[in-house]
């Protein structure tokens, strides 16, 4: 099966599961008052589970014919091992270990390291450019966003701005 | 009126106030350059500074030159690296982001500053013109005929079905208004499918959604494809800025009728540049020749001209309500709307009487401030785009690193970057598979509001009386169905033909 159609498999799934929530027990909280409303919470999801549950089995099915002359793909993920898998993947692991480590280890630190670590990755080795570029970057961010922004945002590890 | 208009041209000329509308679009831009800060938030960090000067007329030029400013930088944006970081941008990424991959980078950010410059100046004139009537006709519109505007504006999904998509991208739609369901609505106010998640009470975050969608699955692509990044203007020449003569006859119809159209869409309460930039955007796709059709999405100078002219009249428009009855339209309006009482101006009928100095300034500088984007941008179009021209290997963990900042200040949660980054490995994996991930996006934005509405009008009327009860709300549901139907006929006819020519042969 090609991954269009799997891709539709897996939205049915979560549109049975929605559906199934809208249907069956979403309503079980709802106070009586509301009840005698002509609308209700489940109202919407519920119309949009069917339609929704509806357009995945007709993308599953195969009913839709397509393009005579299908364009070319950006990417053929069938061959996916030829491309810079490795390094997608990577960035990807940087950019949840980002999402981990920006409060504990500070903002500056967190990102000076993701954009150090992320252009190595690519292959980049200059690190008296790579270094300053990053740290200038994150600086002018950070000044931006907690200065003149008023966005919290600890520079530092909490150890650090804590006192210890 | 004329008096009024000779009060405001004094005011707007003054010194002061001119520094205001040219420091006002220079913050806008820079700030709005940055994913994740719309003008709202913008505005609102303004506000402090606005209320400083003192001076009513100034602060609010101030203010409306950061509004237009922002939004012209948000599209910027959009068309460089492919974030949006403000909904009303998103239409402005379908052809500007594959015209700056072409190569053609320069010539986007023109005609997306000429669409842009148009559509605020006519959208000025207009709201000089027609200001006090258009204010009657937008409070007859109720929740009905805005369900039936929101419903038109999903139409635009039409846009990206094609052939052998109709079903792929009705399916990301409803995909779309099923995410906005997800936590507390503002009409029943009950959490909703957060599975006991506190960080989904709220629901998904725009930026992380608008993020997820269109900037890192073409980080993503970047990545896996090194020869995609040496494409375009990859190499820092950046040449083709001018427009033809061919192309600027071609998008000179489609900046006028957006700029009325997205002007009248502005002035409705609620409706905004949003929905605005979407519809224009379909509008222009579905009544274009079929060559013309095919084009879009793929690097149309028409599909980046049509939202870019849509929203800023949109914005101009907002301010119909505003000044003359004292209604917030949007979000950005209701802040304007709070810095305005702070100031001690009450907006509202009697302020073109009152204080004709500020209605009429307010309005000649909106004129002034989009002239002094058009003549501060056009010739920093070159040194913008050399954005593209940053290596590989510094770009991309620069447009990762901003994607994951927009998220961050959106919701100032660093959860919500964690579902930045699993949404953005969905999106990715849905780009593999061909499926149009932009109807996706316009059925989240448009869905809180779509279900508000349909809500308010089914408790009005007790039921779905609303639809044959209420003429506008029935021609705009018409005019929806012809704008989803009449492509698909139109290509159908064309195939039967192109079927009956190959049997003639």
Not at chain 1, 91 to 110: I, K, N, T
Not at chain 1, 124 to 129: A, D, G, S, V, Y
Not at chain 2, 364 to 378: E, Q, R, T, V
């Amino acid at each position: 099966m090609a991954l269009d159609r799997w891709i539709a498999l897996v939205i049915l799934m979560i549109c049975l599961a929605y559906g199934y929530a809208a249907f069956f027990t979403m309503d079980a909280a709802l106070p009586p008052f509301m009840k005698r409303n002509p609308v209700w919470p489940s109202t919407f999801p519920k119309v949009l589970s069917v339609m929704a549950v509806l357009a995945a089995l007709f993308v599953l099915l195969g009913f839709e014919k397509g393009a005579d002359d299908p364009k070319p793909m950006d990417i053929n993920y069938r061959r996916l091992t030829e491309y810079k898998l490795g390094q997608a993947l990577a960035l990807l692991g940087l950019m949840a270990a980002y999402a981990l480590l920006l409060r504990p280890a500070g903002f500056l630190p967190a990102t000076v390291g993701f954009l150090v670590a992320g252009a190595w990755v690519l292959g980049e080795r200059k690190l008296h450019i790579l270094l300053p570029v990053t740290a200038g970057a994150a600086g002018v961010v950070w000044y931006l966003v907690q200065q003149v922004l008023g966005i919290f945002l600890s520079p530092w590890p909490a150890f650090l701005t804590n006192g210890g | 009126m004329l008096e009024g208009i000779m009060v405001g041209l004094a005011t707007a000329f003054s010194l002061t106030n001119l520094l205001m509308v040219i420091g006002g679009c220079l913050i806008g831009t820079f700030i709005g350059m940055l994913p994740g800060l719309g003008p709202m938030s913008i505005i609102a960090i303004m506000i402090p500074v606005a209320i400083s000067i003192g001076d009513p007329s100034a602060a609010l030029i101030l203010l409306a030159g950061v509004y237009y400013g922002a939004i012209f930088g948000g599209s910027t944006s959009s068309i460089l690296i492919n974030a949006p970081g403000v909904a009303s941008t998103v239409a402005t990424s379908f052809d500007g982001y594959p015209l700056a991959r072409q190569g053609k980078a320069g010539k986007a950010l023109t005609v997306a500053a000429i669409a842009s410059f148009s559509g605020g100046s006519i959208g000025a004139v207009l709201l000089m013109i027609f200001a006090p009537a258009l204010a009657t006709v937008a409070l007859l519109f109720h929740s009905a005929e805005y369900f039936a505007l929101m419903v038109v504006g999903l139409s635009a999904i039409a846009a990206f079905a094609g052939s052998g998509q109709v079903g792929k991208a009705l399916l990301m739609t409803l995909l779309g208004l099923i995410m906005a369901t997800v936590g507390e609505g503002a009409l029943f106010n009950m959490p909703r499918f957060t599975m006991g998640i506190m960080d989904l009470q709220s629901g998904f975050g725009f930026i992380t959604l608008a993020m997820a969608m269109f900037a890192l699955p073409e980080a993503m692509y970047l990545v896996l494809d090194p020869s995609r990044s040496s494409s375009g203007s990859g190499s820092g020449e950046i040449k083709d800025l001018r427009i033809t003569k061919a192309e600027a006859k071609a998008i000179a119809p489609v900046i006028g009728r957006q700029s009325i159209q997205g002007f009248l869409i502005g002035v409705l309460p609620g409706a905004g540049a949003t929905i605005a930039s979407f519809l224009g955007y379909a509008v222009e796709r579905n009544i274009a020749p079929k060559e013309e059709q095919e084009q879009f999405g793929k690097g149309s100078l028409k599909g980046l001209a049509a939202p870019e002219s849509a929203n800023n009249a949109a914005c101009t428009g907002s301010f119909v309500p505003l000044l003359t009855l004292g209604i917030p339209g949007s979000g950005t309006t209701a802040i304007l709307l709070g810095a305005l009482i702070a100031l001690n101006v009450s907006p509202g009928p009697r302020l073109m009487v009152d204080e004709p100095q500020i209605f009429w300034a307010v309005i000649i500088s909106m004129y002034l401030g989009n002239l002094i984007l058009l003549i501060l941008n056009l010739p920093l179009i070159p040194y913008i785009a050399k954005v593209l021209a940053v290596p590989r290997n510094y770009l991309i963990p620069f447009i990762l690193f901003f994607t994951l900042m927009g998220a961050y200040i959106g919701q100032n949660n660093a959860t919500e970057l964690l579902i930045l980054v699993g949404l953005g490995i969905c999106a990715t994996v849905l780009r593999f598979a061909d499926y149009p991930l932009a109807p996706l996006l316009i059925g989240f934005i448009l869905g809180r509001m779509l279900e508000d509405n349909f809500a308010r009008s089914m408790q009005l009327y007790d039921g779905l009386g609303f639809i044959l009860e209420r003429p506008m709300t029935l021609g705009l549901l018409g005019l929806a169905l012809i704008l989803v139907v009449l492509p698909s006929y139109r290509a159908r006819r064309a195939r039967l033909r192109a079927g009956g020519a190959a049997d003639a042969d």
